[in-house]
Every structure is written in structure tokens, then in C-alpha cells.
């Protein structure tokens, strides 16, 4: 897909080379429902514009002549409209650019398949560019900027329906807390179902017409007829349905499909009573793809259509997803391939975890995220990520760099990104498949319980792999998410996990995760004054039902441990004001800024520093050095104040929960 910009050049080049006399030239525009096509089409055709109707070339459009630049016929969303225009080509004079705008690729239209074509899709805006948008629209606070930008998936379209949104009071201030606040008040859904709604309701009607029967034609009269200037966004969707759209492919079945994350042609009817004719309508609508599990709502519009129908339809939804769940859980039961299972199993988290589970797995605005393989060409972000996985995690940078090269070096080592729109990435972790190759990284890992885990008694060639690191950039929570729904999946796929972690968050988070402790290793690999956790789970056809109801359940951080999971983070991140902003913290009241949370920490250092406790003082003093005035690595600090290198971790875990406890008194008073 073309940025907006790329796609205009391209799309000249090809309008421009039709010559006098010559072929007629099929130019193809397409890309998501609200994207901007129709805009940037008009903006090359000089006001010669059509929309298609069924039946023979006739009226304004037959009375194009080549010399007025593109024919542009917009709005082709319809098999019946791609026959119009076919018509209309076959009867084009020489010379003549047909532009022909549509959502789907007019090569995936029935009859298209022998006519050459040359397709230009159009790809959504960055996020940079809706931040943009949103704050020349007046909106200036940096949470609801990324609300905006995440949520519209780089739809224009749906981001400006939000900022109306926003602007006519959905959402305002004090409505709803996010991040740690928000999730503990049980409110953040609701102020983006609302949200959600007033773009969902617009993205229905105009998806209407793709499954309408007969196509809608706003002039019956006339198979072509001249189409005015593309609306503008500002001026609100119009008033009532598209003439013939069929209430129940859309309003009913298509955000049902988008909340329990997919169906098949048997789900659909258990959960809505859906036909086998609306299962086939909505295969062939552009929203719509084909997934291992049935038929899918790509991104963004899922989430927009989830968070609707949840917020719009709570009592129903919460039935629905049961039961989508409960189906789920016997295909898992029943299919033989490890990978449909991890799929599967995916679906199920999905609709009937834990809030808080569906909080870590499953952010409400999820963000155009993917996950790809490294590659060589990603070798500068690699070690960026490595350095900042141990400045995190208070590694020491030389061994950390040692463990890279190991990983580096070995055949069955990869490291895998989420990566915005962009393909900038945001997450990485390293996994490496246990078995030949990669004794080096497992004895390094797992040091003394290398040899008993890497063994296995498989005979099916699924030994599981090893997770030895993960980072993800605070500012993007939905990139962790995604990260850890793809080593799960993983996991569940190669048959079993094992995690080597020195970072007390990622612990917790495994042993709630129903993960096994095999023990410490004997050593501390990383200079952190921390051995690492080994952690270990198997999963297998029988044992994976069990642990998915386990999840159901709650299986999550505990909220004590959830923010001195934050409190450690906020931490390592006091000098990268962007990340800090981005902090649970700031949810919080009173530290709703990366200043106002230095100034915090600051404060409790000091008081923490005049306590009558010995051992407040001396986390004080190493918070001071090592948090607040930085560029100074642990054995320098536990050198200076005297402090063995076991003491001196003590006393750093016991400023964070100081810390920690601080912040529990201040959200509490405030």
C-alpha cells in the first residue's frame, strides 16, 4: 500500500500515459472504506467524476472524450457496479484512462480476471499524520491524541468521526480514568464503546452498499451518472440507510463476527441464526478476510465494531461471547493441528478472559500492529532494543551484550518485532527453539537446568521453545500485548514454553500465567544482583482447556504488584520524558505528567532520606545515585556506599515498594 502522497505521483504517471488513439487504460484505486480515495480522485480528474449503476453505457459518461484527462468512476463496490464499468470500458473510445476507484481490487471482481489493470492501493495515514489532524483540530492532551490515533487505525474517516466525538463531549475529561485508574473503576470500556458507537454507525451505512441487493444508484435513471465533489468529513455522515442495505448482514451479523473474533459458517448460525447467503455476503465485503478459523474483521474496523457492540449491547454481548467461547473450546478439543489450536485458543482468551487478563492479552484499542521475523536489515534496531532491554531491567550492558552475540550465533535463535504501520518496531523478544544448535544459549539461559528441560520425550518433533528476553516502548502498551499473545501462540503451537527471566514483572506474570517454576539459576547472568526465574509449561490437546479456564478465572498481576511493576519501570524511564508520560502512573491523580512524576520521586527520595530506618536511608541514597542522577552502573553505586552487591539489591527492592507505597497513599487521599 501507497502513503497518500507516494499514491498521487503513481496514480499521474499512469493517468498521464494514455496516448491519443491508443488502448484504453484501466487504472485501479482502492484501499479501505474511508481511506481517501474519492478526494484524492477527485483531485485528478478535474471534476469529471462518475458513480456506476447497473446496465449499458449511456448518458454523461458516454460523452467523455479522452482529451478531458481520466475518466474517474467512483464508488465501485459492487460486483454489479464492475460489470457497469466493464461495459463502460468495452466502449470507451481509443485513448481513453478509465480511473476506477473502489475498495476491493477490481482483479478480485468476477469478469476482470483477462483486462489489464493497473492497481494503486491506498494505504492509511501514519500516526504521525492523525496526531497531526487531531491537533489542528484543536486536541491537545497527548492521551486522547493517542486514543485518536490508535483507534482510527489511520482511517481519516474514523478519526475525524472520533474528534467530533470528542469535541460534542464523548469522553471528556474526568469521564473516565485510563491506564491503572481506569481498569480499577471499570469505566475506561465505557468511554470508548460510546466513542466507538458514533463511528460505527457511520462505517454501517457505508458499507451498505457493498452488500446490498439489487446495488444501490442514487439515479436509476442513468447507468453513469456525474457524482458531485467528494463530501467533506466535517459536514457528519448523511441522515437515514443507503437505499437497500440489507439490516441484517450489517447492523446485526457484521459486529457480532468483530467481537467474538472471527466465525465459520456454524458459529455464525448458533450465535445470530446467520444463513449460509449472509455468511457469503460477508465473505465477499472489504472489511472482511478469510482466517484459518473462519472469516475475520480486519483491523481497525474489528476493534471500532467491538467496542460498539459491547458498549451498545452489554446484557447480549456478554451472552454471545459465551457461547462463541464454548464453541471454540470444542474445536480445540477436536482438531489435530497444533497451529489451528494456538488459534483457537486465542479466540477463547479473547471473549471470555479476565478483565484483567483481557487488559494484558487484548488492550481495548489495539493499534495497527503486526508481528514479522528480523531480518538482517534490522540489525541497528536489534541492538537498540537490546540496550534498551537492559537499562530496563538494570542489566549490566557488557553481559547483556554478551548474550546478544550468543543469540546472534545461533542457527535456531530468532528475534521477533511488532512493528506499527510504519514498520517501525516497538517490541522484541528473543526465542529460541530448544534442540540442535543452541546448547549455548540454553546453558547460558538455564545454566544448571539446561540439560533437564532441553531433553525431551516427544516423538513428535515439537520440543518448545525458550523465551530469554522481551522489551517493549512504554508509550505502546498494545505492542507488548501483541507480543505476548504471539509467544503464547508460539508456545501453544510448538508444544511448550520455558522462560528465563531475571526482571521480577516478567516472573510474577509467568507464575500467574500457570507457568511452572523450575527454580533459579545458579548464577546471576547479567550482573543485576538477581538470578533468573526458570519457568516452564507444557501445553498439549488435554492440559490446554484446563489452562485457559485457569485464565477465565483471573490468573493476573495482583493490583499491589501491578504497581510496583509500574513504580519499576517509571523508574528506568526518569530520563526519557515521552516514555514516563506514557507510565501507568500518569493515570494516576496528581502525576498526570513526566514532570510531576520526577518531581514525586524526588520528593520521596528526600523523605526516604531522613528516615530514623537505616535501611530507608540507604535505598534512598541508592535510588538517588543510580534513578535520579544516572550514568553510574550498580557496582559503582554498591561500591561507594559500602554495600555488598546481595545487600545492595535488597536495598534497592526495598525503595520500590517504599515507593510503591507512597504512590498507593497519595492516589488513595487525592
Known sequence: MLAYTDARLRLGVLTRSARPGGPVIVVNLCG??????????????????????????????????????????????????????????????????????????????????????????LGPWSRAAVRALARSRGLRDPARLDLVADLSGGIPLIADLLLRALAAGAGAEGDAPGGLAGIAAGTEGDVLGGLADAAARELLRRLAVETADPPPDLRPELPFHLRPDPPDPSSGPLPGPLPGAPSGALSGVLPVVAAVGGADADLLAALVHGTPAEFDRLSAMSVVRPDAHGLVVVEPFRTIFELAYRWRHPVTSRRLLAKGAAYRRRQIAGTGDPVLRARLADQVLRVSAHPQ???????????????????????????????????????????????????????????????????????????????????????????????????????????????????????????????????????????????????????????????????????????????????????????????????????????????????????????????????????????????????????????????????????????????????????MVAHRLHLSRATYFRRLDHGVRRLAEAVRRAAATS
Request: charged share 25%; glycine share 10%.
Open 357 to 635: 487478563v483481557r487488559e494484558t492479552f487484548f488492550p481495548a484499542v489495539p493499534g495497527l500492529l503486526r508481528v514479522r521475523a528480523a531480518t538482517a536489515a534490522d540489525e541497528d534496531d536489534i541492538v537498540r532494543l537490546t540496550r534498551q532491554w537492559a537499562d530496563m531491567e538494570t542489566l549490566d550492558r557488557r553481559r547483556a551484550d554478551r548474550m546478544l552475540d550468543l543469540w546472534m550465533s545461533a542457527p535456531a535463535s530468532r528475534f521477533d518485532l511488532v512493528v506499527d504501520g510504519d514498520d517501525r518496531p516497538l517490541c522484541m523478544a528473543n526465542l529460541t527453539r530448544i534442540g540442535a544448535g543452541t546448547a549455548p544459549v540454553l546453558e547460558a539461559l538455564l545454566q544448571q537446568h539446561a540439560t533437564s528441560l532441553a531433553a525431551s520425550d516427544r516423538d513428535d518433533g515439537r520440543d518448545g521453545v525458550v523465551l530469554g528476553m522481551m522489551v517493549a516502548a512504554r508509550r505502546r502498551p498494545a505492542a507488548q500485548a501483541a507480543m505476548l499473545r504471539h509467544i503464547l501462540g508460539t508456545a501453544m503451537a510448538s508444544g511448550r514454553v520455558v522462560v528465563s527471566t531475571s526482571w521480577p514483572p516478567y516472573q510474577r506474570l509467568s507464575a500467574r500465567l500457570g507457568l511452572g517454576h523450575v527454580g533459579e539459576t545458579r548464577d546471576d547472568l547479567f550482573g543485576c544482583g538477581r538470578k533468573s526465574g526458570v519457568f516452564s509449561r507444557t501445553f498439549t490437546p488435554r492440559n490446554l482447556l484446563g489452562w485457559l479456564r485457569r485464565l477465565e478465572q483471573g490468573a493476573v498481576p495482583a493490583a499491589d504488584d501491578a504497581l510496583e511493576d509500574a513504580v519499576r519501570v517509571a523508574l528506568s524511564r526518569l530520563g526519557d520524558p515521552r516514555e514516563l508520560a506514557a507510565s501507568p502512573l500518569a493515570t494516576l491523580p496528581g502525576l498526570g505528567s513526566a514532570e510531576a512524576i520526577v518531581a514525586f520521586v524526588r520528593r520521596q527520595v528526600e523523605s526516604l532520606a531522613s528516615s530514623d530506618s537505616p535501611v530507608d536511608r540507604e535505598a534512598a541514597e541508592i535510588l538517588r545515585l543510580y534513578h535520579l542522577r544516572g550514568g553510574i552502573g550498580h557496582e
Open 32 to 121: 479501505p472504506v474511508g481511506v481517501g480515495k474519492s478526494r484524492l480522485a477527485s483531485a485528478l480528474a478535474a471534476g469529471t467524476v462518475v458513480r456506476p449503476a447497473a446496465g449499458p453505457a449511456s448518458g454523461p459518461a458516454a460523452g467523455f472524450r479522452p482529451a478531458d484527462g481520466p475518466l474517474v468512476v467512483d464508488g465501485v463496490d459492487h460486483d454489479a457496479h464492475a460489470d457497469a464499468v466493464r461495459e463502460l470500458v468495452a466502449g470507451a473510445a481509443p485513448g481513453t484512462c478509465v480511473l476506477v476507484v473502489g475498495r476491493r481490487p477490481l482483479e478480485s471482481r468476477p469478469g476482470w480476471s483477462d483486462r489489464p489493470v493497473e492497481t494503486v492501493r
